[in-house]
């Protein structure tokens, strides 16, 4: 099975990476595999760009990534044969971005914290050691995951009333808010699933057949991506309730959590031990 026939699309936190623990390591036997085969594995998650790239290098992973839930997507030199259309050429990378810089969304949050004083924090007011506590991530990554370029994570102190009507107002001031594992991601009218369109479409102009796309993902945020997918795969989450995704066929759930879960599936989907 060549690359341009099949390509693996996934969420990280909670899906490829233990929600608590973040390893892989339940994941290596199927990673293995897909490489052998020449399947991507596509990291399509809420992680910075910063944090992406170390990571994928942690993983094993040389293929392309998108980054901040759907904002851009990155593509290595040399994966596709020709420039993808509309990319930008940024640190070594085929760059095309989706929605406006943090810059925009922080002036948003500025304008409606008056509304909700005291019920929400943010990445770009919060010290790293704040962030490592809200995260678990070492000080080391969560530098790197404080390093946003599209969007901003929000911390709710609130309850679930006042949440709702504090994404009622930042929808009606022009931002698409996404409800991660931990935190509402602001951003624009982008999505992980938009992101994944664009990179199916960028490998199927390099070759006559356009490739089957297969996503997993636990979380609200991976919603728009599941129905984007040829094929879905809902891992199961022990931290909350599985995300409700709008798609008639070809839509599966794993019994195991997290990275097992992940390769209990794609060995399933992909006979990967054959």
């Known amino acids: 099975m060549s690359s341009t026939d099949t390509l693996v699309f996934t969420d990280m936190d909670g899906t490829?990476?233990?929600?608590?623990?973040?390893?892989f390591d339940a994941a290596k036997p199927a990673l293995a595999s897909l490489k052998q085969k020449n399947i991507p594995v596509i990291p399509c998650t809420s992680k910075t760009y910063a944090e992406?790239?170390?990571?994928?290098?942690?993983?094993?992973?040389?293929?392309?990534?998108?980054?901040e839930n759907g904002a851009a997507a990155f593509v290595p030199h040399g994966v596709l044969s020709q420039k993808p259309v509309g990319a930008i050429w940024q640190d070594g990378f085929w760059c095309q971005s989706f929605t406006s810089p943090k810059a925009h969304?922080?002036?948003?949050?500025?304008?409606?914290?008056?509304?909700?004083?005291?019920?929400?924090?943010?990445?770009?007011?919060?010290?790293?050691?704040d962030i490592v506590q809200a995260t678990g991530l070492d000080e080391a990554s969560a530098s790197r995951a404080a390093q946003r370029?599209?969007?901003e994570p929000v911390m709710?102190?609130?309850?679930?009333?006042?949440?709702?009507?504090?994404?009622?107002?930042?929808?009606?001031?022009?931002?698409?808010?996404?409800?991660?594992?931990?935190?509402?991601?602001?951003s624009g009218d982008c999505d992980k699933g938009a992101a994944l369109r664009w990179l199916v479409q960028a490998f199927g102009r390099q070759s006559e057949k356009t490739p089957r796309a297969i996503a997993l993902g636990d979380?609200?945020?991976?919603?728009?991506?599941?129905?984007?997918?040829?094929?879905?795969?809902?891992?199961?989450?022990?931290?909350?309730p599985p995300p409700t995704v709008k798609k008639e066929e070809a839509l599966y759930t794993s019994t195991l959590p997290g990275p097992e879960g992940w390769t209990e599936m794609l060995t399933k989907l992909l006979s990967l031990q054959n």
């Open 52 to 67: 992406m790239v170390e990571l994928r290098d942690y993983i094993g992973l040389t293929g392309p990534f998108i980054v």
């Open 16 to 23: 490829l990476l233990d929600h608590h623990t973040y390893s």
């Open 149 to 151: 370029q599209y969007g």
């Open 219 to 240: 979380g609200k945020n991976d919603i728009a991506m599941l129905e984007a997918a040829d094929i879905a795969v809902i891992i199961k989450s022990l931290n909350h």
């Open 156 to 186: 709710w102190l609130g309850d679930e009333h006042r949440k709702s009507e504090f994404l009622r107002a930042v929808k009606a001031r022009g931002a698409q808010p996404l409800e991660g594992g931990r935190f509402i991601h602001i």
């Open 105 to 129: 969304w922080l002036k948003l949050l500025e304008m409606i914290k008056p509304e909700f004083e005291g019920e929400f924090t943010h990445f770009s007011e919060m010290s790293i050691d």
